[in-house]
């Protein structure tokens, strides 16, 4: 499957190493991961997405698809998710939340903020990949993203 | 027959009273005449004088009159010189005027005494109905159950009625003349100067009093007070009425009481209903994400080994994910358990009819490659929460496939069973494996299983589920099973109103 010339990149916000690491695996699967920048609490992505702290020197363009969990240390999901949506710049970008919470109340209150997609994490592990894979396939290769986000 | 009515019997009929001057002087002429005959002199006027005094006294002022003149005349014509004529001599004028004078004199003080003795006899009468109705009323402030007694300004009773009595424990005659404060020990609401400020200004004053009985009870009343003043809008007395409201109190007390404690406990109970949400929510995030990365890590060990080691370990490996699978499952199933309890439910009328359509699309992947007879009878509508009932059925029709899939020929029938005049009652039958009555207690409690797990999978916790459901819904569950003989699930709710 060759498809890194076209490839978006992803900001995968999410505190749990292992998550990273199986969210890796599962794009790596499939060759989606050569710009996957990861962000390991809210703050991290906030740094990230408005260039300053350790991402002060990147190149100002946006990810084409942010992957964001709810539970996140320091500033949480839904409060990054609130901040993005009400900032004209970073509102375009599409996010998805990818959490293990299938409470009615964290899917309400995100749509309410203006999510794109919802995904519970599977437990299943044949699951999961898929749901990755197709997060992935979706937003990074099919999906035309908002102008003035990275495509490789 | 006393004076009173021997005057008015006179005083009713003219004939008596004209009659009676007339008499009264011709006795008068009559013994002045016999009298002459036997020379006594100068009897004849006063005579006349009695007779008249006698008419005026009983038959008043015309009769009087008229016997003033009918005595004038006969004294003139018998009496006085020249006798036998009407004409009087110029001597004779003073006797005769003075005679007049001293008659009509004497009329007119009679006639003023008979007017003020019927004034006085009027007022009497009217003193004596007066009393009448004064007592008749103050033995109607008796009849009331409530309190009522009057007290002047300086606190002193002056009337005390049966209510109070009642209520406080003294009679009338032993508290009147005494200090109602110091009697009653009163505990007033605000200070006794705002009290009679109001009272003052408004004439009225109505508010609840401590008192103490003449047993030394302590008692609340509800009192109204009415200003009384004189004809010169001094305040005299104060007029109490007040009845007994210990008991009333006692009760509100009683109920505030109550009322605190159900507010305490409810907002205990919110409390823990927050924690178990939030426990809730704990388990659904954080005991998913362990489970996860065993089953990945795992399948991720399994792609790697699964050609280097024995058979064994390959099987432990199926072990574990099978087993991180279960407890997937085990989580959402508690999960889902838990939400009934928590969510609102959200009531419409839900046809049963179009709701079974729903699951047995729902389930149809459950059934592929058996063989089963469905038979679905007419089902009616129910209010009631539709998501709800549709897992309720989901759970129902879902265990009647997985206890009959040892049956070459699973019947699964859902039909509307004959309930009271209230309830709908709506049940799933199969012909699986049953269950024996003896364990029916178990059938609907969480984590409970009445089959071995290779035998039939699941999480015990469907029924519990549905039972929850039905619960919610003001209904009951109930179920009756044969070993090897087929199980009927029963569940019963409300009938829509209207």
């Known amino acids: 499957m060759e498809t890194t010339n076209k490839l978006g990149r992803i900001l995968l916000v999410e505190d749990d190493p292992k998550d990273v690491e199986l969210t890796l695996t599962a794009l790596e699967e499939y060759n989606l991961a050569n710009e996957v920048i990861v962000a390991r609490d809210g703050e991290e992505a906030l740094d990230y997405l408005y260039c300053r702290g350790e991402y002060k020197t ?95 | ?83 036998y004529s009407f004409y009087i001599t110029r001597e004779d004028v003073p006797h005769f005027v003075i005679f007049l004078l001293f008659a009509s004199l004497l009329t007119g003080f009679a006639d003023v005494r008979r007017r003020i003795e019927q004034e ?62 110091q009697l009653l020990q009163t ?9 009679d400020a109001e009272l003052l200004k408004t004439g009225r004053w109505e508010g609840e009093l401590q008192r103490t009985t003449a047993r030394g009870i302590p008692v609340a009343v509800a009192a109204r007070w009415s200003l009384r003043r004189d004809e010169h809008a001094r ?64 399948e991720l060990l399994q792609k790697k080994v699964s050609s280097v080691v024995d058979e064994k370990s390959k099987r432990y490996i199926t072990m574990i994910l099978d087993s991180a699978k279960r407890m997937g499952n085990l989580i959402d199933d508690l999960l889902a358990f838990s939400r009934i309890g928590r969510a609102e439910t959200q009531k419409t009328l ?55 899939h040892t049956r070459p020929l699973a019947e699964i029938e859902i039909g509307c069973a004959d309930g009271n005049t209230d309830d709908v009652v709506v049940f799933v039958r199969d012909n699986g494996v049953g269950f024996d009555m003896k364990y029916v207690h178990k059938l609907f409690g969480v984590f409970q299983r009445l089959h071995q797990s290779d035998e039939f999978e699941g999480t015990g916790i469907g029924l519990a589920t549905v039972q929850r459901i039905i619960h919610r819904h003001g209904g009951k569950v109930w179920a009756e099973g044969v070993v090897d003989g087929g199980a009927t699930f029963y569940f019963s709710a409300p009938k829509p109103q209207g």
């Open chain 1, 58 to 152: 990147r190149s100002s363009d946006n990810p084409a698809v942010m992957l964001l969990d709810l539970k996140l240390p320091k500033v949480d999901g839904l409060e990054v998710l609130k901040q993005i949506k009400s900032d004209g710049t970073l509102r375009m970008i599409p996010v998805v939340v990818l959490t293990s919470s299938r409470e009615e109340k964290d899917m309400v209150a995100s749509y309410k903020l203006g999510v794109n997609a919802y995904v519970v994490k599977p437990v299943d592990f044949h699951e999961f990949v898929n749901a990755i894979k197709e997060l992935g396939v979706f937003w990074a290769v099919i999906n035309q993203p908002p102008p003035g986000s990275v495509r490789n």
């Open chain 2, 1 to 83: 027959m006393d004076r009173s009515t021997l005057h008015s019997r006179i005083a009713q009929s003219p004939i008596l009273r004209y009659g009676l001057a007339v008499g009264a002087s011709t006795i008068a002429l009559g013994v002045a005449l016999l009298l002459g005959l036997f020379h006594f002199r100068n009897v004849a006027d006063p005579l006349f004088l009695i007779a008249i005094a006698i008419t005026v006294w009983f038959a008043g002022t015309g009769p009087a009159i008229l016997a003033v003149i009918f005595s004038g005349l006969a004294d003139t014509y018998f009496f006085i010189e020249p006798l």
């Open chain 2, 120 to 181: 006085l006899l009027q007022a009497r009468d009217h003193l004596q109905s007066e009393v009448l109705e004064r007592t008749q009323q103050a033995s109607l402030l008796n009849l009331t159950h409530d309190s009522i007694f009057v007290r002047d300004m300086d606190f002193v009773i002056s009337y005390w009625n049966l209510g109070a009595q009642e209520l406080y424990g003294w009679a009338a005659e032993d508290v009147i003349g005494k200090h109602s404060q």
């Open chain 2, 187 to 195: 505990v007033f609401p605000a200070p006794l100067e705002d009290i």
């Open chain 2, 235 to 298: 305040p005299v007395a104060i007029l109490e009425t007040s009845n007994d409201i210990t008991e009333r109190k006692r009760r509100e007390q009683e109920i505030q009481g109550l009322n605190l404690e159900l507010a305490k406990r409810s907002s205990e109970l919110e409390a823990i209903n927050k924690e178990l949400e939030a426990f809730a929510y704990s388990v659904s995030h954080d005991l998913r994400a362990p489970l996860r990365h065993i089953a990945g890590f795992t």
């Open chain 2, 350 to 404: 839900v046809s049963l009819t179009q709701l079974v359509r729903e699951v047995l699309a729902e389930v149809r992947q459950d059934t592929e490659g058996r063989n089963i007879s469905w038979k679905i009878g007419a089902l009616p509508a129910l209010y009631g929460d539709r998501s709800m009932l549709r897992l309720a059925l989901v759970n129902l029709v879902s265990n009647a496939i997985k206890f009959t």
